[in-house]
């Protein structure tokens, strides 16, 4: 029996302002891609993806937990850019699902709320409409009972709010800078009652909480405002006037409205002047009769709002984001018992802030796994297997490695960002264990040395002892780096030029400052973004075509092979690079188009590259003059593979490689004892072809062989993942394991690679959903 584990997943949280919910079960749960994500606390306050909801074909915009009364967290609802919505039904939202369809636009804001012996839902979307849908979660039977025509209007915010246990309000806040309340009739119809103005821009967010039994409704906006209405039920006596249910006069401080046999009135109870930006998202926490109000805004700050002895609202904790030219925070939420706050941020990260135990003015910053926030296009193990470093459409290179602590698990974080660019990365390569070369949408490869702050914190986090090559970094290299403003060169900082945080102004970091951080734990936010740069030491210069696209380097990491976008054969030559002298040391031609993906063999004697031209080629390096001669290459014409070919990989003896297509087939391929240019494709012949289930998209040999044969992962199109075991006896291809889309991917497997000299068969993959995932195999 095969089992898989997965063992570490990194992604980031979409740009929407309702992307991300904390639950009273005390999980995470925020839209990634086109999935729903689902963090969970593990030991010592640490949290990590343990699973993903996949369904959604579009980018998911909201998410929210669904409680019952009592405050059972009893499900999961989405909705997304393919107009759907969708209820995951069950504590952990994996027991079934089912879809609500309807709006013809995409999906912006939904709420829901046990109602009765049913559930009501409700539901916005860009066309302008809200849907109303009740129904039994258990009976898979929810329907439109409503549809709210908002006559051109776009709904950013609503919420259901119960009142008296047995009535309904709905209160939502639109383009027209004014919050609509409605009622809930007899009919399951809602009716408007009552239209509260004040504010000059957008409503952004809206929350409730219940305080002296009287219900009080934050609404935040884009005028940077935040407004606290206080709805109240009028004693009979006072009962004296019934005003109209459309009041509109913004200078009322009574606003009346008749609920079922009740009269309620609405009061501006404060306004709250504190943020710079618009106001994203408020959310309400109570706790006894403490009670407070985090709000989240694009100038990059969080504030917790909390009324004084006077009943005056002050702010009492300010915290967020420094420097950086992001938008700031889309949205952020209380935990459970109010001892920690998270917000997302524009570069899709995750910020959290846990009280202090001996100052509750004091938050600080806590360990959340991080990720990238765009389709990651490439990945590559250190040599001996210590990290792995990604780089992606986000325009970052990440580099991950296990925390490694005594008798606790290990769990793999973020721990460096060698390189934030100004252009959307697309391969890399590492040179040595310290030092990596990336390729991005510009002609130019650029190689980055690992600092000496980056020695120190990778040995203590990944308890590293002996490390020759950290040795010879610590003595030779630069403490760490730093990019200037507008700049795209990460330039080398010096013993000499390192800043003391604390000498700082407000303790704020400038951009062309470094600040040398030693760490115990794996870096937060802020320091990955500002502290954790490498220094660039070269610009390789010489495809004159397009932008790079491909990197191998050498397993002993003398040579770099780089290939860019092509279209004809002088643009798809392959460039080899020298790196010790980083000059061009030979050009290699064979094919007509862009070269997708290279590998040098195990002995670094073969250079194997496959491209868009439909064929494989085989360079051979001569031992007489070191040059790499092409001995054979694949027929495109009439050749087995008849579509794109986009990956390939070498089994760990260099006997066979093995290529994958478009075409949906892999083909293993047998390398003969010697080659030679003059026989049919250097003597290499195809040993068999599995014929798949989708468009092949990457591949890898697992360095550890099974008992019959080779083990192989094979990543498609769909994000499905699937181990074979190759049988050379027999050419026999046998399925291992699928991990279907909510284990592996949802969206096309960008690369694959099994982790070397390692214990264990781990595999590593990313994704165009954003995701970095790391599997452990156990056969």
Request: proline residues 3%; glycine residues 6%; hydrophobic residues 35%.
């Amino acid at each position: 029996m095969v089992k898989i584990e997965n063992t570490y997943t990194s992604v980031a949280c979409n740009r929407t302002s309702n992307s991300l919910d904390w639950n009273k079960s005390n999980r995470i749960a925020f839209a990634a891609k086109n999935s729903v994500a689902i963090y969970e606390e593990t030991d010592n306050k640490l949290w990590k993806i343990t699973q993903q909801l996949v369904k959604h074909t579009d980018r998911v915009n909201v998410v929210q937990w669904i409680h019952d009364r009592q405050g059972t967290v009893t499900g999961l609802i989405s909705g997304a850019d393919d107009k759907n919505s969708i209820i995951w039904v069950g504590s952990r939202g994996n027991d079934k699902n089912f879809v609500l369809q309807g709006h013809e636009g995409s999906v912006t804001t939904v709420d829901s709320l046990e109602f009765g012996e049913n559930y009501l839902f409700v539901t916005t979307g860009a066309d302008c409409t809200i849907k109303v849908w009740l129904g039994k979660l258990t009976d898979d039977d929810v329907k439109c009972v409503q549809t709210i025509d908002l006559h051109g209007r776009l709904c950013f915010a609503l919420k259901l709010i119960p009142v008296d246990g047995e009535k309904c309000l709905l209160a939502f806040g639109t383009d027209d800078c004014k919050v609509v309340l409605m009622s809930l009739n007899a009919e399951n119809n809602f009716e408007k009652i009552l239209v509260l103005t004040g504010h000059e821009d957008w409503i952004l967010g809206l929350d409730y909480t219940t305080n002296d039994g009287n219900i009080l409704l934050a609404s935040s906006s884009q005028d940077t405002f935040i407004r606290l209405w206080k709805i109240s039920k009028v004693r009979k006596r006072e009962a004296t006037e019934i005003v109209s249910k459309f009041t509109v006069n913004v200078e009322a401080d009574d606003r009346r409205f008749k609920l079922g046999d009740e009269l309620y009135s609405v009061s501006l109870e404060s306004v709250l002047q504190g943020h710079e930006g618009w106001v994203s998202s408020v959310h309400w926490h109570k706790n006894g009769e403490n009670l407070q109000l985090l709000s989240s805004s694009a100038d990059k700050t969080l504030i917790i709002w909390q009324p004084d002895s006077d009943g005056i609202w002050t702010e009492r904790v300010r915290t967020g984001e420094v420097g950086g030219n992001g938008f700031g925070f889309f949205g952020a939420k209380f935990s459970p018992d109010g001892s920690s706050i998270i917000g997302h941020a524009y570069y899709g990260s995750l910020h959290r802030w846990s009280r202090d135990t001996q100052n509750d003015r004091l938050w600080n910053p806590a360990i959340v796994t991080s990720g990238h926030f765009a389709e990651v296009q490439d990945l590559v193990w250190e040599p001996q297997g210590k990290f792995l470093v990604t780089v992606s459409h986000d325009q970052t290179t990440r580099i991950h490695a296990p925390w490694i602590r005594d008798n606790r698990e290990m769990l793999w974080h973020e721990l460096a960002r060698p390189q934030i660019h100004g252009y959307d990365m697309h391969c890399v390569a590492m040179v040595s264990r310290y030092r990596l070369a990336s390729g991005a949408e510009e002609k130019i490869i650029r190689v980055f040395d690992a600092p000496v702050n980056f020695v120190e914190n990778f040995r203590e986090i990944c308890s590293i002892t002996d490390d020759a090559e950290g040795n010879e970094v610590m003595e030779t290299r630069s403490k760490g780096a730093s990019r200037p403003t507008l700049g795209l060169s990460n330039r080398a900082v010096n013993e000499n030029t390192v800043v003391d945080a604390t000498e700082l102004p407000n303790h704020q970091y400038p951009e062309h400052y470094f600040v040398e951080t030693k760490f115990t734990e794996p870096p937060k936010e802020e320091t990955l973004m500002q502290n954790t740069l490498w220094p660039e030491i070269q610009k390789l210069y010489g495809h004159d075509g397009y932008e790079v696209f491909s990197l191998a380097s050498s397993h002993n990491g003398k040579l770099l092979a780089s290939s860019c976008k092509a279209t004809t054969a002088d643009h798809a030559q392959i460039l080899l690079w020298d790196t010790t002298t980083w000059k061009v040391i030979q050009k290699l031609r064979s094919h007509q188009l862009t070269i997708t993906q290279m590998k040098f063999s195990p002995n670094d004697k073969h250079l194997l590259t496959v491209s868009r031209d439909r064929k494989w080629s085989l360079f051979e390096q001569n031992p007489e003059n070191g040059n790499f001669d092409l001995v054979g290459c694949s027929n495109p014409k009439g050749g087995i593979h008849a579509r794109i070919i986009w990956t390939c990989d070498w089994t760990g003896d260099g006997k066979y490689f093995v290529t994958g297509s478009r075409d949906k087939k892999v083909v293993a391929w047998t390398m003969p004892p010697s080659t030679s240019a003059t026989s049919e494709m250097a003597g290499v012949k195809s040993l068999s072809t599995l014929e798949t289930e989708a468009d092949v998209t990457a591949i890898a040999v697992s360095p550890k062989n099974l008992e019959s044969g080779y083990l192989i992962a094979i990543g498609f199109g769909s994000g499905v993942i699937s181990l074979y075991n190759l049988n050379t006896q027999d050419g026999a291809w046998s399925l291992v394991h699928r991990m279907p889309q909510e284990i592996a991917h949802h969206l096309p497997v960008k690369r694959l690679s099994f982790r070397p000299a390692s214990d264990k068969i781990e595999l590593a993959s990313c994704s165009e959903d954003n995701s970095v995932k790391i599997f452990q195999i156990n056969l």
